[in-house]
């Protein structure tokens, strides 16, 4: 049998002892629903898949799968604190499964603990250098906390163990993005398409920063990331607002009408739908779509303002008069229909 070197054991020793740092600074208790219930009587205030989960575990403590799917439960549950323990007693018996340091490391997203994913990321790729997606992992945590520079060596780093992967490309769009280098992010992006043709998100990104640039082939990215995903409705509104700001009305209601059929009570789609027909001067088209709008959100000032100016347009004065005060009701800041309501009480 090959024992194993003297750097990996010290190294996940190591390991081990961050984790436990981590764990503990976390302010994780000893927590009762993450030992196993050995007594006879069924404690009713732990869950059952917990109570099944603490059976099997009984039968075969050091199995760390059984610790692993126990910590998804405890997730579910939202016990993070539970799930962490349990992690760190399945990466002890088992410290080569990468899966278990990124699964520990987005419970500690989720407990909002972004700087302790990362010093857990950085333990890992010490562990195993070799294995990229602890490298992506660590950038988009980095990435989380505005630490920009930070999120760029990681992902270049994982770049230089594989330059063809897609997501890499991707993430480092984002943060030159949010950099304000539209150059450099682009390049990520088309990049990234290059790379993986079917990546929605990336079109989509392109698509936006050409539109703000008033590039015309800002739509034709936006066509490729709803055909990348014909599910996702995000590339939809941006089409759709690219239409609508080149005044290609028509064409934009089409488009809206496409997230209507994904989803029918979409109250914004609704209202972009409404807002094109009044550019249209189609008034009462408008107006029903404004109030279907309103009608799934009884909160959408902005659509009692447009629904308003469509009553004013077809002479219903008093009916155009209640929903601007309703807009006003909802928001009292809202200054267009403060306007509208003083010019119609005169």
């Known amino acids: 049998m090959n024992r194993p070197s003297a750097i990996l054991i010290k190294t996940t020793t190591l390991l081990f002892i961050t984790f436990l740092v981590l764990l503990c600074s976390n302010g994780c208790k000893q927590c009762n629903s993450s030992k196993v219930n050995t007594d006879e009587v069924v404690d009713t205030s732990i869950s059952k898949p917990i109570r099944d989960m603490n059976a099997a575990i009984k039968k075969d403590s050091i199995n760390p799968m059984l610790y692993f799917k126990r910590a998804k439960i405890h997730e579910a549950e939202n016990d993070l604190k539970s799930a962490l323990t349990d992690m760190f007693i399945a990466i002890t018996l088992d410290s080569l499964n990468h899966d278990y340091y990124t699964y520990s490391s987005e419970l500690f997203i989720k407990s909002n603990e972004p700087k302790r994913a990362i010093m857990l990321m950085n333990q890992a790729i010490i562990l195993d250098s070799s294995y990229i997606p602890f490298y992506i992992y660590a950038g988009k945590y980095a990435f989380f906390v505005k630490d920009y520079d930070g999120a760029l060596k990681y992902f270049n780093r994982a770049i230089e163990k594989d330059m063809f992967a897609p997501e890499t490309y991707y993430y480092k769009g984002m943060v030159y993005k949010e950099k304000g280098d539209t150059t450099k992010a682009l390049s990520s992006f088309q990049t990234c398409v290059e790379q993986d043709p079917k990546n929605a998100d990336a ?72 807002y094109s027909y009044l550019m249209m001067d189609s ?31 077809l002479k219903r004065i008093e009916e155009a008069k209640s929903l601007y005060q309703q807009c006003l009701n909802i928001n009292s800041k809202y200054e267009l229909a403060q306007k509208a309501l003083k010019r119609l009480s005169k």
């Open 283 to 313: 008034i009462p088209q408008a107006y029903k779509n404004f109030d279907l709008a309103i009608k799934i959100d009884p909160t959408y000032h902005e659509a009692y303002y447009k629904k308003g100016v469509c009553a004013e347009q």
């Open 203 to 274: 079109f989509l990104q392109i698509g936006l920063l050409l539109q703000t640039k008033k590039d015309k082939m800002a739509q034709k990215y936006l066509d490729n990331a709803v055909k990348a995903n014909p599910k996702a409705v995000d590339a939809l509104y941006a089409k759709g607002y690219g239409e609508q700001d080149a005044k290609q009305y028509e064409q934009s209601i089409v488009t809206f009408r496409q997230i209507i059929e994904r989803d029918y009570k979409n109250e914004e789609a609704l209202y972009a739908i409404g």
